[in-house]
T-cell receptor, first 113, second 114 residues
Framework: GESVGLHLPTLSVQEGDNSIINCAYS??????FIWYKQESGKGPQFIID???NMDKRQGQRVTVLLNKTVKHLSLQIAATQPGDSAVYFC????????????WGAGTKLIIKP | ETGVTQSPTHLIKTRGQQVTLRCSSQ?????VSWYQQALGQGPQFIFQ???????GRGNFPPRFSGLQFPNYSSELNVNALELDDSALYLC?????????????FGPGTRLTVL
């Protein structure tokens, strides 16, 4: 079946270090991917997106890498801060599903002081 | 803040009852999407409305229905509640739908079915 999944349910990193959150997807027709951050008690918040015709995109302190060969994407957060503590979701979408978002289970990022 | 609000914040219902959840989108946003998020899981797409018409639906039974109004508000109705309907219900609004239309999420309504 189709799915978007994450490798680790929890990731613990030292404050100031870089964080890397991974995500695997199974449908090669996926053409658009989004990373969301969800803090406790809040709805998901858009972080960064990437289209399938790209393999890297950078934002402020965040970078998304897309490897279509192995159907894998990652979110890199530079110099992790306490405010980065949250659950991170990758979501995929594609034209033939009317661009409905299909979400992974999420990775909880814990920042150690 | 995203400018998307939802009410109520929390709700407790019993099995078999009906519930209506409400969402107020950002002004000017023609699209609203509803998601169900079970504890510890990612959101699951329920349906999407564009200019008051449903234009996409996930794998949810017909007892999940919705409405979108011209004043940028919308409703999610669930009939014949089941225990498994207990979840956080999220709405998200966007200007339009498709690529490059960022979805702005509300804080959600936590529904508990007893």
């Amino acid at each position: 079946g189709e799915s978007v999944g994450l490798h680790l349910p929890t990731l613990s990193v030292q404050e100031g270090d870089n964080s890397i959150i991974n995500c695997a997807y199974s449908n090669s027709a996926s053409d658009y991917f989004i990373w969301y951050k969800q803090e406790s008690g809040k709805g998901p918040q858009f972080i960064i997106d990437i289209r399938s015709n790209m393999d890297k995109r950078q934002g402020q302190r965040v970078t998304v890498l897309l490897n279509k060969t192995v159907k894998h994407l990652s979110l890199q957060i530079a110099a992790t801060q306490p405010g980065d503590s949250a659950v991170y979701f990758c979501a995929e979408t594609r034209r033939d599903s009317n661009y409905q978002l299909i979400w992974g289970a999420g990775t909880k990022l814990i920042i150690k002081p | 803040e995203t400018g998307v609000t939802q009410s109520p914040t929390h709700l407790i219902k019993t099995r078999g009852q009906q519930v209506t959840l409400r969402c107020s989108s950002q002004s000017g946003h023609n699209t609203v999407s509803w998601y169900q998020q079970a504890l510890g899981q990612g959101p699951q797409f329920i349906f999407q409305y564009y200019r008051e018409e449903e234009n996409g639906r996930g794998n949810f039974p017909p007892r999940f229905s919705g409405l979108q109004f011209p004043n940028y508000s919308s409703e999610l109705n669930v009939n014949a509640l089941e225990l498994d309907d207990s979840a956080l219900y999220l709405c998200a609004s966007s200007l339009n739908w498709g690529l490059d239309n960022e979805q702005f999420f509300g804080p959600g309504t936590r529904l508990t079915v007893l």
